[in-house]
C-alpha cells in the first residue's frame, strides 16, 4: 500500500511515549526515499506521455502525488519528533548523554547535539553578566539552598564551590548546596532525599 512505510515510522514514535527514544530506523526511511523516488519516476513517466498525446493518465499521477506528499509529511514529522526529543534531553540530562540514548542517535543526530550544545553554551555565557547565567540549573523553582542527596555509584572526587572535596561513594549521604548537584541528580549519579 502506498505511503504505508512511512506511517510506520510515525507509530514506532508514538509506541515510545515514556520519553525515551527508539533507534534511528535508518532501513525504513531508506525504503520511504526509494518509494519516494519511483513514485516521482513513474510520475514523470506519466506526465511526459500526457505531453505527447496520451490520455487518462491524470488520475494515476494525482494518486501518486498525494502519496509523495503524504510520504514526505510523514518523514518530516518523524524527524522533526524526534530532534524536539533530543532537545528535551539536552535540558533533562545536561551536555552528555547517557550512552544508551547516544547509541540510539544517528550521525546526523550526534551532530545536532553538538551544534546545540554550543550554540546554547554560547547564549549562556552571553547572558547574566562575567560568568554567564546557566540555564539548565534549577528547572524547578528551589524551596531551599541545600539538599540532602544519596549517592547512587562510586562516582569518585567532587569539589564543592568552596573548595572542599567530598567522596562520592555509592550509599553514602550528603548535604550539598542544590546548584552544585542539579546535574548530578539528573545524570542519575545522585538522588535528591525527601523527607
Known sequence: MLAEKALELIRELQRTTDGTLPPFNEDRVRQVLEEMRALFDQNQKDVSATVAGESGLFSGVQLR???LERNKRCLLAYLYNRILKIRN????FGSVLPQDVKYNLSEQEIQWFSKYNKCLANYMRSIGGAGGLDLTQDMKPPKTLYVEVRC???????ETQDGNIIVLKKNSQHFLLRSECEHLIRQGILEHMVH
Open 65 to 67: 502525488h498525494a502519496a
Open 152 to 158: 547512587m555509584v562510586d562516582h569518585g572526587e567532587f
Open 89 to 92: 534531553m539536552r535540558w533533562e
